[in-house]
């Protein structure tokens, strides 16, 4: 783990894209600003946690815990009964 120790309005860099910037330090708090392309998913420690823990719980997930899903017909299926996409000759 890098250590740096910076001040308020004192910044540094991530990459050539990513800039973290101390707004503030006031009693056992230190108010930070990230600017970071909108491609980068930025979260705090217990978020981005629970954010894992659920994409596990998801993939986990067997598809017999979706009966009623797999009992509807496909899109392909739909759109070849009802001619989607399909020109209609009878007109000429």
Known sequence: MLVLTRKA???LRIGGEV??????????????????????AIH??????????ANRRA???ESSDFPEALRLPSLREKDAGSGAGE????SE
Do not use: Y
């Open 9 to 11: 309005r004192e910044t």
């Open 19 to 40: 800039r973290v910037t101390v707004l503030s330090v006031s009693g056992g708090q230190v108010r930070i600003g990230i600017e970071a392309p909108s491609s980068v």
């Open 44 to 53: 705090r420690e217990e978020v981005f946690s629970q954010i894992e823990s």
């Open 59 to 61: 993939a986990r997930v």
């Open 87 to 90: 020109e209609d000759d009878s």
